[in-house]
């Protein structure tokens, strides 16, 4: 949902009310700034701007995209950088490079997306975790992407050193 910064706020505490994430295995909710938004013309791009002015994140989403398999990989390697768990989507690839033939026919590869929250502090060595486990800079092996978060629901921290 793309909001005012106002507006949003109303709306997670609505849905933890609703939800109550302050109970362990009920959901967890995240806010996070965007830079631009294309295709509405209700917010404008410099509204965008003007609502992520000034924050300093507590958490980042850090989104890890890769082959089908290796999300128990992904998920492995940040858990040895500090990370408490995250989660999988299935997804499929739809760039150029992403089609290959076989009997003439188009196969698209199926994908997996990441998607841990992260403590700010912890976000650069789990994404050098990451990155030396699956190899991430070699082509073809992935992509990473971190956004910061600016409100998060549901999050607890493990008693766990």
Known sequence: MV???EAIAQLVQKLD????????????AFTTSIASVIGS????????KEDTEGDRPMY???TVVV???????????????????????????????ETSKVFAMDIVP??????????????EAIIDSIRQELKIDEPGNGMIYVQEVN???????????
């Open 3 to 5: 909001s005012t910064k």
């Open 17 to 28: 009310k609703e939800f109550n994430f302050e109970k362990p295995n009920h959901g967890i």
């Open 41 to 48: 013309r209700r917010y404008s791009s410099e509204k965008a």
């Open 60 to 62: 980042h989403l850090i």
């Open 67 to 97: 082959d089908r398999g290796k999300a128990e990989d992904v998920t492995e390697a940040a858990r040895k950088a500090g990370s408490t768990g995250g989660t999988v989507i299935n997804a499929r690839g739809a760039g150029i490079h």
């Open 110 to 123: 199926e994908k997996e997306i990441v998607l841990i929250l992260s403590e700010s502090d912890k976000t």
């Open 151 to 161: 409100q998060t629901y549901g999050l607890y921290k493990s008693n766990k050193g």
